[in-house]
Nanobody
Framework: VHLRESGGGSVQAGGSLRLSCAASGYTRSRFCLGWWRQAPGKEREGLATIDMDGVTKYADSVKDRFTISIDSTMNTLFLQMDKLKPEDTAKYYC?????????????????????WGPGTEVTVSS
């Protein structure tokens, strides 16, 4: 499985960014893909997941501002981020789990995700 994020950058508070993750080498019939982030000095935090049925789940902290999606070829994962806040500043990662997304994915954390991209930096200024 190969994952590579892009689309990070600097933006002012209230602005938007769209992250992309090029994904390859995985089974399209069964998967969970997710977006995570890690701010300096903090633990990696789950943001959103999507599975092969198109079912999406979100962390409470972003569910009204971020949207996860995947293109029809399942080659590219997206994270549309709107109404960005300075506290959204972090390195953003996409990740792959070979199984269907767990209902309690947020509580379980990153353990089921075996493959990770190198990340892309997002900086939100006030």
């Amino acid at each position: 499985v190969h994952l590579r994020e892009s689309g990070g950058g600097s933006v002012q508070a209230g602005g938007s960014l769209r992250l992309s993750c090029a994904a390859s080498g995985y089974t399209r019939s069964r998967f969970c893909l997710g977006w995570w982030r890690q701010a300096p000095g903090k633990e990696r935090e789950g943001l959103a997941t999507i599975d092969m049925d198109g079912v999406t789940k979100y962390a409470d902290s972003v569910k009204d501002r971020f949207t996860i999606s995947i293109d029809s070829t399942m080659n590219t994962l997206f994270l549309q981020m709107d109404k960005l806040k300075p506290e959204d500043t972090a390195k953003y990662y996409c990740a792959h789990d070979a199984n269907k997304c767990l209902p309690n994915w947020y509580e379980i954390g990153l353990l089921p995700f075996s493959w990770w991209g190198p990340g892309t930096e997002v900086t939100v200024s006030s």
